[in-house]
């Protein structure tokens, strides 16, 4: 079962006018995160949202140190995990997240293991490497690529997977609190989200209900529907959303060059199903010919340098206005959540 942090909090934790005069970083939010000081930063989060069309921007993650969203999580994890003592750091990543890893372990200077599945594009091993890590690649998926870790990797590593510790989500979670403030408190009717191990959304979710305790929402306030988007080739998720079940079930033989989203067996696969329904939200499954054109098609009308994940968010958010399950004049904010260039 997924740790959670839990904090006290009322309408004097962190007030929105003392948060505007802070770092544009994500470690504005400090009080909301579980580190007072002496955070491992290179200055992730604060990512712009880019106007991409009537009523829908892009919160383009590719802005973050080395070039995705997991730099969120990475800050929060490796900052804790250092003021803990921790010696050694090891994850398994579909390549952005291992990226994210071995920066932040070398801006702590801690040794760090990442396992990839061997598919990996070279430019996610190759950074890894600059960086100092050691690698492993791995013949599978990234749940193989655990697997091999637990059974491998170095003993006194302390373990940052997904969602097998508490403060990935943590740092991911500043996505929303920033989407507040930039949005100038009113939240998007709809969020459009690529989910694999689901951290992004589930850490969103959590900040909703925490800006609830804080007075930032009003009790009763709607929050965005919640729009899970995978690939046809590997969609737990919104599997088990569309038949109705509470838990995903592993998903056998999983494909798409989306690798971000090729994660068979999320571990919090049910927490992401649970903040689709609490939300009113949905999931999309995009077939594997169409990532590419919609990745193109946002690239080319908008300047963002878009990665596949975020290439299928746009090509659900297209399915899910032509069916009218985005009504006109809703605002939309989709996320593109790394950077398209590491790909090859
Ligand atoms: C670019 C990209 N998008 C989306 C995801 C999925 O992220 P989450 O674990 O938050 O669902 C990943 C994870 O590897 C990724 O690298």
């Given at each position: 079962m ?9 309408h ?8 505007q ?10 009080a ?20 991409a ?44 997240a ?32 600059l ?13 193989d ?11 006194d ?56 305790a804080?007075?930032w ?18 969609a ?29 067996a ?19 499954t995009?077939a ?20 596949p ?26 996320f593109n ?8």
């Amino acid at each position: 079962m997924p740790l959670r942090v839990v904090y006290r909090l009322d309408h004097g934790t962190m007030p929105r006018k003392a948060v505007q005069g802070g770092p544009t970083s994500l470690w504005r939010y400090q009080a909301v995160l579980p580190l007072a000081d002496g955070e491992v930063t290179l200055s992730e989060g604060w990512t712009p949202l880019v106007p991409a069309g009537d009523d829908v921007w892009v919160k383009d993650e590719a802005r973050n140190p080395t070039g995705s969203f997991k730099a969120r999580g990475m800050s929060a994890a490796v900052s804790v995990a250092a003021a803990l003592g921790a010696r050694a750091l090891a994850a398994p990543s579909a390549g952005n997240a291992a990226g994210a890893l071995a920066a932040y372990g070398a801006a702590a200077r801690l040794p760090v293991t990442v396992a990839m599945p061997d598919d990996t594009p070279r430019p996610f091993v190759e950074e890894c490497r600059l960086y100092g890590a050691e690698v492993a690649l791995v013949p599978g998926t990234i749940s193989d690529a655990g697997r091999w870790l637990r059974a491998n990797g170095p003993a006194d590593a302390f373990d940052v997977s997904t969602l097998r510790e508490p403060y990935r989500v943590e740092g991911k979670k500043t996505m929303a609190y920033e989407l507040f403030e930039q949005c100038d408190g009113v939240l998007p009717d709809v969020i459009v989200y690529p989910t694999g191990g689901g951290t992004g959304l589930v850490g969103m979710w959590k900040a909703f209900g925490e800006m609830r305790a804080l007075g930032w929402l009003a009790p009763d306030a709607r929050l965005p529907r919640m729009v899970s988007v995978q690939a046809v080739g590997c969609a737990p998720v919104a599997r088990a959303f569309e038949t109705g079940a509470e838990r995903t079930e592993p998903w056998p033989d999983p494909a798409t060059r989306a690798y971000g989203l090729r994660v068979p067996a999320p571990i919090g696969g049910f927490l992401c199903v649970r903040a689709l329904r609490e939300t009113g939200g949905t999931a999309v499954t995009v077939a594997e010919e169409a990532i590419g054109p919609a990745t193109a098609r946002l690239a080319s009308t908008t300047g963002v340098d878009v990665c596949p994940e975020g290439g299928a968010a746009w090509a659900a958010l297209e399915v899910l206005r032509d069916r009218g399950w985005i009504a006109r004049g809703e605002r939309v904010v989709l996320f593109n959540t790394g950077t398209g260039l590491k790909y090859r």
